[in-house]
């Protein structure tokens, strides 16, 4: 199971990449040649965080770092289960 996880990562990984990169090449090629759509709906430097993060997220889930999941507690006694839920 644990392969598949990292196989999901790095394909969605890769999908962000590809996302953040057209994002930023279109913005790039429509401030020197701008359609009448981007000149409507380009208002703020704020728009550029989406392509940014999915550049940012994308580039961890490839190398391996980003969200992980917490530590399993499978395989343990009951007891070693309550102490790690109660902080002790």
């Keep these: 199971m644990a392969w598949f996880v990292v196989?999901?990562?790095?394909?969605?990984g890769v999908l962000?990449?590809?996302?953040?990169?057209?994002?930023?090449?279109?913005?790039?090629?429509?401030?020197?040649?701008?359609t009448p759509e981007f000149k409507q709906g380009y208002k703020t430097p704020v728009q550029?965080?989406?392509?940014?993060?999915?550049?940012?997220?994308?580039?961890?889930?490839i190398r391996g770092r980003g969200l992980r999941p917490p530590p399993s507690v499978e395989g343990r006694s009951?007891?070693?289960?309550?102490?790690?839920?109660?902080?002790e």
């Design 48 to 61: 550029l965080i989406l392509p940014f993060a999915m550049l940012y997220v994308g580039w961890h889930w």
């Design 78 to 87: 009951d007891e070693q289960k309550l102490d790690r839920e109660s902080g």
């Design 7 to 12: 196989a999901a990562r790095r394909f969605f």
């Design 16 to 34: 962000a990449l590809v996302i953040g990169t057209s994002l930023l090449v279109w913005l790039v090629y429509n401030l020197f040649w701008p």
